[in-house]
């Protein structure tokens, strides 16, 4: 099925009601056996439908999908304006941009309903499941290279973090360098990948990965506690968050961030990120691929690197293949 094909399909089924398959073979220009044929490809995503003889067929509960317009409409006027593109199907949003980087705009930002290969950090993969959730990634450029970026995705972290609060979320820590938690599980997730010059001119891809609302047949591929914003929503009494309006919070705050991060660097964010750290005060291990350092997390410093108290005094750690877990 093309993407286009899908997205319209999907588009009528949205409203939760049933649609007969001679409606929706005129829709896409198609034999109903064609229609069967393509309901049979929402199986494959995992889109759960119900049909009816006589009445058609229906997603139950309806699906709110993603719409560029819509989440463009949510966004202020910025200095640089942000280009947006929704897609039903990709194999990772990071990627499509970073093959593109050279060609795309600063400001061009990919969202997808549905990952086939999703990045997490160290190579993890991501789960991805059909319109759930967020997946979305922002392209931006940079002239002074990665010494202007240190401690970047930490302040992403803080807009994730701020943009959820928004819809009155309480709860919520940052574990560094880029997870969003929320009661100690995995909450939210940033990549940050980059090409160019590492010293002057490059391009930055921002990833980010948000569980709205996880289907639980999906979460079993998932190796660590996780926890979505469907669930912190009831059990605070709250309403469902809007993917749409969630996605526009949060590219709103990243196209800030974005554009001041080289004058302001990640000291203009360090107390946001303080107030939020994960394990503050309490022993944790640092662990790389040779080696693991115990002792108290202390916070960070004004460049983003991670503060440990340990036996033999204060040690700072600036990133890279590192994985931080509370201590025993």
Same mark, same amino acid.
């Given at each position: 099925? $093309?993407?286009?094909?899908?997205?319209s399909?999907?588009?009528?089924?949205?409203?939760?009601q049933?649609?007969?398959?001679?409606?929706?073979?005129?829709?896409?220009?198609?034999?109903?056996?064609?229609?069967?044929?393509?309901?049979?490809?929402?199986a494959?995503?995992?889109?759960?439908?119900?049909?009816?003889?006589g009445?058609?067929?229906?997603?139950?509960?309806?699906?709110?999908?993603?719409?560029a317009?819509?989440?463009?409409?949510?966004?202020?006027?910025t200095?640089?304006?942000?280009? @947006? =593109?929704?897609?039903p199907?990709?194999?990772?949003?990071?990627?499509? @941009?970073?093959?593109?980087?050279?060609?795309?705009? #600063?400001?061009a930002v990919?969202?997808? =309903?549905?990952?086939s290969?999703?990045r997490?950090?160290?190579?993890?993969?991501?789960?991805s499941?059909?319109?759930?959730?967020?997946?979305?990634?922002?392209?931006?450029?940079?002239?002074?290279?990665?010494? =202007?970026?240190?401690?970047?995705?930490?302040?992403?972290?803080?807009?994730?973090?701020?943009?959820?609060?928004s819809?009155?979320?309480?709860?919520?820590?940052?574990?560094?360098?880029?997870?969003?938690?929320? /009661?100690?599980?995995?909450?939210?997730g940033?990549?940050?990948?980059?090409?160019?010059?590492?010293?002057?001119?490059?391009?930055?891809?921002?990833?980010?990965?948000?569980?709205?609302?996880?289907?639980?047949?999906?979460?079993?591929?998932i190796?660590?506690?996780?926890?979505?914003?469907?669930?912190?929503?009831?059990?605070?009494?709250?309403?469902?968050?809007?993917?749409?309006?969630?996605c526009?919070?949060?590219? #709103?705050?990243?196209?800030?961030?974005?554009?001041?991060?080289?004058?302001?660097?990640?000291?203009?964010? $360090? /107390? $946001?990120?303080?107030r939020?750290?994960?394990?503050?005060? /309490?022993?944790?291990?640092?662990?790389?691929?040779?080696?693991?350092?115990?002792?108290?997390?202390?916070?960070?410093?004004?460049?983003?690197?991670? $503060?440990?108290?340990?036996?033999s005094g /204060?040690?700072?750690?600036?990133?890279? =293949?590192?994985?931080?877990?509370?201590?025993?």
């Amino acid at each position: 099925m $093309r993407q286009d094909q899908l997205h319209s399909l999907l588009a009528v089924l949205a409203d939760g009601q049933y649609h007969s398959g001679q409606e929706l073979g005129e829709l896409l220009g198609v034999s109903r056996t064609a229609v069967w044929k393509h309901l049979q490809k929402l199986a494959e995503l995992n889109v759960k439908l119900d049909s009816s003889p006589g009445r058609g067929y229906r997603l139950p509960g309806g699906l709110e999908l993603l719409d560029a317009d819509t989440i463009t409409a949510l966004l202020p006027s910025t200095g640089v304006p942000l280009s @947006l =593109e929704v897609v039903p199907l990709v194999d990772s949003t990071n990627s499509r @941009l970073m093959a593109g980087a050279g060609q795309l705009p #600063t400001g061009a930002v990919c969202i997808a =309903e549905q990952q086939s290969g999703g990045r997490g950090r160290r190579g993890r993969g991501w789960v991805s499941p059909f319109a759930r959730n967020l997946y979305f990634s922002v392209l931006w450029r940079f002239d002074g290279g990665a010494a =202007e970026l240190e401690g970047l995705s930490l302040a992403v972290g803080v807009c994730i973090a701020e943009a959820l609060e928004s819809f009155g979320i309480t709860g919520l820590a940052l574990k560094w360098p880029n997870d969003v938690l929320a /009661e100690s599980k995995k909450l939210a997730g940033i990549l940050l990948e980059m090409s160019g010059d590492p010293s002057g001119a490059c391009h930055l891809v921002v990833g980010v990965g948000i569980n709205v609302a996880m289907p639980p047949a999906a979460a079993a591929d998932i190796d660590q506690p996780w926890i979505d914003a469907a669930s912190l929503t009831r059990a605070q009494g709250l309403e469902p968050v809007s993917r749409n309006k969630l996605c526009a919070s949060v590219l #709103t705050k990243l196209a800030g961030l974005l554009q001041h991060y080289p004058e302001q660097g990640f000291a203009h964010w $360090r /107390e $946001r990120w303080m107030r939020r750290a994960a394990f503050l005060g /309490e022993p944790v291990r640092l662990v790389t691929a040779t080696q693991e350092t115990q002792g108290s997390l202390l916070g960070v410093s004004d460049s983003g690197a991670l $503060r440990l108290a340990t036996s033999s005094g /204060e040690q700072l750690m600036y990133g890279g =293949e590192v994985s931080l877990r509370a201590g025993s």
